[in-house]
């Protein structure tokens, strides 16, 4: 029986001593050992499949943690941490208290940064390679870029900073034609002409290699002519996007040859100039269902080893994107100024039906949060269309200016679908959406709703158009009730009172009315009645309700799935004080300010403090309702 090599490696180092044959069974142990963890963790599945040979060639050439793989995104570095001595801890990817799904620097020194959004990797390799030379240090900075990556304006950005003498700076472009969602625009087209004109590579080794010949002076012109190439380059190359930036272009190399891999990458460790390789992966590589559907199994559920499918679902519910989606597409198909934009989230928020039939009317712009929030302000100018903005709430904080400048000072009713808006659970600190409400309060004239069910959340997307005014629709990633009651129209900051009672008073935001609803319980069940309050419209507030309530409740809770300190429960108590409710006792339950890491729903929810029980127990000690029912005991 043949002996397994992945689990002696615990180093780099180890990667070192084995032969390219080795390699080769390497990365098939590699490759089934996600399949094997993720079939029951779920994860980045498709992504990983296809970067295992070039995470194995990385560490062959180069001297990790000291040379700095700085990667994009980093969803896809699973080998790089089984690589790195952490293989014996991967069968807790994504779990609680287990591995992060992303680099995480407190994870390993081979980790350089905390990396969940595209676009990143060029800026942080830059300052990194800047830091390296005012320090006279000597390791190579390699940034492991996607090709979704340049359709990030901030990436461009950095690639018009990249310097021509920049040494030991090797960009490697993981070409595998998809992020998310297939790519869209320009940059993905040119990509594609070097793909189809393999002329630009050819005429560049051709020249280096006739010039190299030129007695006494080869070596030096071939070394530092290759200003010279660009331009011949120029006369045949449809597409020679990265010579504009001075940094010079290697490829394509196959991706899953070992290899071409490290023979390319010991060949350019010594130049001196930045140089990009581009590398073709194959999606899913070793695995024929992720090949197949690279968009399904980009964020992969768990599913049969054996099939590779995807195991049943244990909820029969619907969740609120698949809600938003299917309901958004009944609106478009009744209106025809209604139009959808989202920045390469078409898949995850449930877009992909209105797309294929309104392809004009729901429009993905790639990876461009900023972009997608002006392009948005710029379709509804004259208010003749109805748009509507769809995107992530972590996504969503990349887009703030253009959100406060092009949006919300314009006075634009453009209408923002939040998704994701809570914890994110498994995929952890990056991406937790529980900052929005913040930002979005700071905003001048923004509406800012949150759904309790799936029902509410179809009457705030057919009334919002109403309210003449930019507006916010939050709702988590989780299965909710749908109803099939007659939608009716809200009115604009109208709460809901969902019980009455007459000790305390409990708001309750979202589906966090549920949890409410359950300490409601409790307390009735220990002989305290509570009011529930659902305010639907965290701005404007219903005041008036408030008010109302105020006068026969003094004693208040708030929860949320948010950051406390900048949610639901601050703008209640700024309403409180400003109002000169100084008299009433109020407990605000959310989200601590505290980096949340990954975990299931229901484990993050337990360790906050935020499951009824935690509430229930907190509440009758803080309030010192333990101690008035003992008195009447």
Same mark, same amino acid.
């Given at each position: 029986?043949?002996? +397994?090599?992945?689990?002696?490696?615990?180093?780099?180092?180890?990667?070192?001593?084995?032969? /390219?044959?080795?390699?080769?069974?390497?990365?098939?142990?590699?490759?089934?050992?996600?399949?094997?963890?993720?079939?029951?963790?779920?994860?980045?599945?498709?992504?990983?499949?296809?970067?295992?040979?070039?995470?194995?060639?990385?560490?062959?050439?180069?001297?990790?943690?000291?040379?700095?793989?700085?990667?994009?995104?980093?969803?896809?570095?699973?080998?790089?941490?089984?690589?790195?001595?952490?293989?014996?801890?991967?069968?807790?990817? #994504?779990?609680?208290?287990?591995?992060?799904?992303?680099?995480?620097?407190?994870?390993?020194?081979?980790?350089?940064?905390?990396?969940?959004?595209?676009?990143?990797?060029?800026?942080?390799?830059?300052?990194?390679? +800047?830091?390296?030379? &005012?320090?006279? #240090?000597?390791?190579?900075?390699?940034? $492991?870029?996607?090709?979704?990556?340049?359709?990030?304006?901030?990436?461009?950005?950095?690639? /018009?900073?990249?310097?021509?003498?920049?040494?030991?700076?090797?960009?490697?472009?993981?070409?595998?034609?998809?992020?998310?969602?297939?790519?869209?625009?320009?940059?993905?087209?040119?990509?594609? #002409?070097?793909?189809?004109?393999?002329?630009?590579?050819?005429?560049?080794?051709?020249?280096?290699?006739?010039?190299?010949?030129?007695?006494?002076?080869?070596?030096?012109?071939?070394?530092?002519?290759?200003?010279?190439?660009?331009?011949?380059?120029?006369?045949?190359?449809?597409?020679?996007?990265?010579?504009?930036?001075?940094?010079?272009? $290697?490829?394509?190399?196959?991706?899953?040859?070992?290899?071409?891999?490290?023979?390319?990458?010991?060949?350019?460790?010594?130049?001196?100039?930045?140089?990009?390789?581009?590398?073709?992966?194959?999606?899913?590589?070793?695995?024929?269902?992720?090949?197949?559907?690279?968009?399904?199994?980009?964020?992969?559920?768990?599913?049969?080893?054996?099939?590779?499918?995807?195991?049943?679902?244990?909820?029969?519910?619907?969740?609120?994107?698949?809600?938003?989606?299917?309901?958004? &597409?009944?609106?478009?198909?009744?209106?025809?100024?209604?139009?959808?934009?989202?920045? =390469?989230?078409?898949?995850?928020?449930?877009?992909?039906?209105?797309?294929?039939?309104?392809?004009?009317?729901?429009?993905?712009?790639?990876?461009?949060?900023?972009?997608?929030?002006?392009?948005?302000?710029?379709?509804?100018?004259?208010?003749?269309?109805?748009?509507?903005?769809?995107?992530?709430?972590?996504?969503?904080?990349?887009?703030?200016?253009?959100?406060?400048?092009?949006?919300?000072?314009?006075?634009?009713?453009?209408?923002?679908?939040?998704? #994701?808006?809570?914890?994110?659970?498994?995929?952890?600190?990056?991406? /937790?959406?529980?900052?929005?409400?913040?930002?979005?309060?700071?905003?001048?004239?923004?509406?800012?709703?949150?759904?309790?069910?799936?029902?509410?959340?179809?009457?705030?997307?057919?009334?919002?158009?109403?309210?003449?005014?930019?507006?916010?629709?939050?709702?988590?990633?989780?299965?909710?009730?749908?109803?099939?009651?007659?939608?009716?129209?809200?009115? &604009?900051?109208?709460?809901?009172?969902?019980?009455?009672?007459?000790?305390?008073?409990?708001?309750?935001?979202?589906?966090?009315?549920?949890?409410?609803?359950?300490?409601?319980?409790?307390?009735? =069940?220990?002989?305290?009645?509570?009011?529930?309050?659902?305010?639907?419209?965290?701005?404007?507030?219903?005041?008036?309700?408030?008010?109302?309530?105020?006068?026969?409740?003094?004693?208040?809770?708030?929860?949320?799935?948010?950051?406390?300190?900048?949610?639901?429960?601050?703008?209640?108590? /700024?309403?409180?004080?400003?109002?000169?409710?100084?008299?009433?006792?109020?407990?605000?339950?959310?989200?601590?300010?505290?980096?949340?890491?990954?975990?299931?729903?229901?484990?993050?929810?337990?360790?906050?403090? &935020?499951?009824?029980?935690?509430?229930?127990?907190?509440?009758?000690?803080?309030?010192?309702?333990?101690?008035?029912?003992?008195?009447?005991?």
């Amino acid at each position: 029986m043949t002996k +397994k090599i992945l689990p002696l490696i615990q180093s780099p180092q180890d990667v070192k001593l084995l032969s /390219n044959g080795d390699l080769v069974l390497l990365a098939q142990e590699v490759r089934q050992r996600i399949i094997e963890i993720l079939s029951i963790n779920g994860g980045h599945l498709a992504s990983n499949l296809g970067s295992v040979e070039l995470t194995i060639a990385l560490h062959k050439v180069f001297e990790s943690p000291e040379d700095k793989f700085i990667w994009d995104v980093s969803h896809q570095t699973y080998a790089h941490k089984m690589l790195t001595g952490r293989n014996h801890l991967f069968h807790g990817i #994504r779990k609680y208290q287990g591995l992060c799904g992303f680099s995480h620097p407190k994870e390993s020194p081979h980790d350089h940064f905390f990396a969940g959004h595209a676009g990143t990797a060029l800026s942080l390799a830059l300052g990194v390679a +800047k830091n390296r030379d &005012l320090t006279k #240090r000597q390791e190579h900075v390699i940034p $492991i870029i996607g090709d979704a990556t340049l359709t990030c304006g901030m990436s461009l950005e950095a690639l /018009n900073n990249v310097p021509r003498d920049l040494k030991r700076f090797i960009v490697i472009l993981n070409d595998n034609a998809m992020s998310i969602s297939k790519n869209v625009g320009a940059i993905t087209r040119i990509l594609s #002409r070097m793909l189809s004109n393999p002329t630009t590579y050819k005429i560049q080794h051709e020249l280096d290699t006739i010039v190299s010949k030129i007695p006494s002076y080869g070596a030096m012109l071939a070394k530092h002519g290759h200003k010279i190439t660009e331009s011949l380059k120029n006369l045949v190359s449809p597409a020679v996007f990265f010579e504009q930036y001075g940094i010079s272009y $290697i490829g394509p190399v196959d991706g899953h040859d070992i290899r071409k891999l490290i023979d390319t990458f010991d060949a350019l460790k010594d130049s001196d100039w930045p140089v990009i390789v581009h590398v073709l992966t194959n999606k899913g590589q070793g695995m024929e269902e992720a090949i197949k559907n690279p968009v399904s199994y980009h964020g992969a559920k768990p599913f049969d080893i054996g099939t590779g499918k995807f195991l049943p679902v244990q909820s029969t519910k619907p969740t609120f994107p698949k809600i938003f989606g299917a309901h958004l &597409l009944k609106m478009a198909e009744k209106d025809p100024s209604l139009v959808a934009v989202t920045p =390469a989230m078409s898949a995850g928020s449930m877009l992909d039906d209105f797309m294929k039939k309104f392809p004009d009317r729901c429009l993905d712009v790639g990876i461009a949060e900023a972009h997608s929030v002006t392009f948005c302000g710029g379709l509804v100018y004259g208010r003749k269309m109805k748009v509507v903005a769809s995107i992530y709430s972590t996504f969503l904080q990349r887009a703030f200016d253009n959100l406060f400048h092009d949006v919300c000072l314009q006075e634009l009713p453009v209408v923002f679908a939040i998704d #994701r808006a809570g914890l994110a659970g498994p995929d952890g600190s990056t991406h /937790n959406g529980i900052y929005d409400i913040s930002f979005l309060n700071a905003m001048p004239n923004m509406i800012i709703s949150q759904p309790r069910n799936g029902h509410v959340l179809k009457e705030l997307l057919e009334s919002s158009f109403s309210w003449g005014r930019p507006a916010a629709i939050r709702y988590p990633n989780m299965a909710t009730e749908e109803g099939d009651a007659a939608i009716q129209p809200r009115k &604009l900051g109208r709460g809901e009172v969902l019980c009455e009672g007459e000790d305390i008073l409990i708001i309750g935001l979202g589906h966090m009315v549920y949890t409410a609803m359950q300490v409601k319980d409790k307390l009735k =069940a220990a002989g305290i009645n509570a009011t529930v309050l659902d305010p639907i419209f965290v701005k404007p507030l219903d005041s008036d309700l408030l008010c109302q309530l105020l006068l026969t409740h003094r004693r208040i809770i708030t929860i949320e799935e948010h950051s406390v300190v900048s949610g639901l429960g601050s703008i209640i108590n /700024n309403f409180l004080m400003t109002q000169g409710y100084t008299n009433v006792q109020v407990l605000n339950f959310g989200v601590p300010e505290a980096f949340i890491e990954q975990g299931s729903h229901a484990e993050l929810m337990n360790e906050l403090g &935020l499951t009824p029980d935690k509430i229930y127990q907190k509440v009758t000690a803080q309030f010192r309702i333990r101690d008035q029912l003992a008195l009447h005991a």
